[in-house]
């Protein structure tokens, strides 16, 4: 992560959920990275802290 943010990353099969939140609720966007490569970017802005959830495959 590149700024202050709360994550859960959660592997099920080949699939990774990642949820992303700004408890600073100041916003912008978090990169997350895991194992060495980014997964997704996240645009926290407006969301006042509420998670971003997003499922990408693996390799």
């Not at 916003?27 to 997350?32: A, C, K, L």
Request: charged share 20%; glycine share 10%; proline share 3%.
């Amino acid at each position: 992560m590149d700024a202050p943010c709360s994550v859960l990353i959660r592997r099920r099969g080949v699939y990774l959920t990642v949820a992303v939140s700004d408890p600073t609720q100041a916003g912008g966007t978090v990169t997350v990275s895991y194992e060495g490569r980014v997964l997704t970017k996240v645009d926290l802005t407006g969301t006042r802290g509420a998670s971003q959830v997003t499922t990408i495959k693996s390799r």
